[in-house]
């Protein structure tokens, strides 16, 4: 069975630190490019960092560029996304999605969210 667990939201104050987990189980991790997404009640879901299976490639939206780190264990199978410098816009449910696309075979699974709020 294919789980993607979020883990470490929260309520943090304008400036501070949050680092979100995302456990996997039930596929092969090492396989899938990584991603964490973010949405608000009156937005779409948006990307907010990207990282390839092997970890050599990472990709960041502009509003996070130089504050959010992307990384992952492929032993441990997680990702994870270190947020500093956070700002009362970065308030949203995180989402992890695990992309896998080779030889016409494409598979997405998404995590249940955990909720970020950032506020004084």
């Known amino acids: 069975q294919v789980q993607l667990v979020e883990s470490g939201g929260g309520l943090v104050q304008p400036g501070g630190s949050l680092k979100l987990s995302c456990a996997a189980s039930g596929f092969t991790f090492s396989n899938y490019d990584m991603s964490w997404y973010r949405q608000t009640p009156d937005k779409e879901r948006d990307l907010v960092a990207f990282i390839s299976d092997t970890g050599s490639t990472t990709r960041y939206a502009d509003s996070v560029k130089g504050r959010f780190t992307i990384s992952r264990d492929n032993a441990k199978k997680t990702a994870n996304l270190q947020m500093n410098s956070l700002k009362p816009e970065d308030t949203a449910v995180y989402y992890c999605?695990?992309?896998?696309?080779?030889?016409?075979?494409?598979?997405?699974?998404w995590g249940q969210g955990t909720q970020v709020t950032v506020s004084s």
């Open positions: 999605k695990a992309s896998y696309f080779r030889f016409g075979d494409r598979r997405n699974y």
